[in-house]
């Protein structure tokens, strides 16, 4: 009797394991599949918009490199180098506080 008790369990365990697996992979499938019209795969009004904030935000960032380059390029001392450093870590906490 217990035998049969055994592999009633066993038949039960997989059986849940199984259907878990299944509804796993139906809700996983269907996540993947929601769409909320902000992901556009090509160009439009978002692509446009983001892509031009983009390039904005790293036509900035080039331009400050240039200037902390030019920066230690004219250093004479290391207190130059010092005030060089100190305004490239100003402008790298500025990006950290606009994300």
Same mark, same amino acid.
């Given at each position: 009797m217990q035998a049969n008790n055994i592999f009633k369990k066993e038949e039960f365990t997989k059986k849940t394991v199984i259907l878990?697996?299944?509804l796993s992979l139906a809700l996983m499938g269907s996540a993947f599949a929601v !769409?909320? @019209?902000q992901?556009? &795969?090509?160009? @439009?009004?978002?692509?446009d918009q &983001? &892509?031009?904030s983009i390039i904005k935000k790293l !036509?900035?960032?080039?331009k400050k490199t240039k200037e902390a380059q030019n920066c230690v390029q004219a250093a004479k001392t290391m207190d130059d180098l010092k005030v060089c450093r100190e305004n490239r870590m100003e402008h790298l &906490?500025?990006?950290e506080n606009i994300k």
């Amino acid at each position: 009797m217990q035998a049969n008790n055994i592999f009633k369990k066993e038949e039960f365990t997989k059986k849940t394991v199984i259907l878990a697996a299944a509804l796993s992979l139906a809700l996983m499938g269907s996540a993947f599949a929601v !769409d909320n @019209g902000q992901s556009q &795969k090509g160009p @439009g009004p978002n692509f446009d918009q &983001k &892509k031009a904030s983009i390039i904005k935000k790293l !036509d900035e960032r080039v331009k400050k490199t240039k200037e902390a380059q030019n920066c230690v390029q004219a250093a004479k001392t290391m207190d130059d180098l010092k005030v060089c450093r100190e305004n490239r870590m100003e402008h790298l &906490k500025e990006i950290e506080n606009i994300k």
